[in-house]
């Protein structure tokens, strides 16, 4: 099988995984709804070419806080590689520093943040934080990061309690007893144990205890789960420097907006005060456009790279994101980019079906 495009990477990976790993990659909260429609909503933007400009030479490179990055197309955070390839993060972060891109990495990784960074030693890591109920073992894990590296601290909002995903209670499966966390443990904790449950995420955490973070840590913060202009002017307020446009990839809440139907809304509220971006259905670098052009620094994939992942390892992961950088590029210059300054609102218009 001829792969082109990131959805002949998902049809591959779907053959290659077992069900119960495909499901509970796929599968959504609720009946889908939200999964389903985060896709769809982007093909209800259509874009307004302009042309005779000279896009011999198109630059897609751009920056997030302050750093260079080849593409705005990036990795989201998400967890249990392993599931998808016997090497886990590492050969995601392999690929995501050789592509020149950001790799959020997940609490719930099941490679060591250790064994991470010195798989990629050179790349541009951030670190997505569910907020624990134990406030020692947030500031463990937080000044960890921030030793090894890691540059921007990504707190996920959207998880106060665990959405219902209905295809993993079907397949009975038990993440927290199958699988190994290996940095929600204490050094000596990991030296003894060999399992550990998946540790409770903080239902209490709210806006004011933002304010704790800010002590122990020098990282920026970045709020991920944002989809209201009422919670983008509270991250503003309290003083953050980024939020990501996120519905969880449909994960949590179910019959929440798209993704990208939340990004104009957001990027309003905050007047430019702090960074949007957005994850959530990109599939295309035409989709990619659209969510720059609605004012979204950068994108960032979830699933896509676990299908690059399960279909090819390091190589695979590379591969997903290279094809979307290629269509980026392709969509830019048909649309008379020739940087993504020059992205903007007047190059989209809203289908009216």
Known sequence: MSVVCLTDFEALARERLSKSTWDYIEGGAGEGF????????????????????????????????????????????????????????????????????????????????????????????????????????????????????????????????????RHDIRNQLNLKTNLLLKDLRSPQERNSMPYLQMSPIDSSFCW????WFRTITQLPIILKGILTKEDAELAVKHNVQGIIVSNHGGRQLDDVPASVDALPEVVAAVKGKLEVYLDGGVRTGNDVLKALA????????????????????????????????????????LTGCRSVAEINQDLIQFSRL
């Open 208 to 211: 004011e205890d933002l304010s």
């Open 34 to 165: 939200t999964r389903d429609d985060n896709i769809a909503a982007f093909k209800k933007i259509r874009l307004r070419p302009r042309y005779l400009k000279d896009v011999s030479q198109v630059d897609t490179r751009t920056t997030i806080q302050g750093e260079e990055i080849s593409a705005p197309i990036c990795i989201a955070p998400t967890g249990f590689h392993c599931l998808a390839w016997p090497d886990g993060e590492t050969s995601t972060a392999r690929a995501a520093q050789a592509a020149g891109i950001c790799y959020i990495t997940s609490t719930y990784a099941s490679c060591t943040l250790e064994d991470i960074v010195a798989a990629a030693p050179r790349g541009f890591r951030w670190f997505q934080l569910y907020v624990q109920p134990d406030r020692q073992l947030n500031k463990q894990l937080v000044q960890r990061v921030e030793s090894l590296g890691f540059r921007a601290l990504v707190i996920t909002v959207d998880v106060p309690k665990l959405g219902n995903r």
């Open 294 to 333: 609605l004012g979204a620094k950068c994108v960032f994939l979830g699933r896509p790279v676990l299908w690059g992942l399960a279909c090819k390892g390091e190589h695979g992961v590379g591969e997903v994101l290279n094809i979307l950088k290629d269509e980026f590029h392709t969509s830019m210059a």
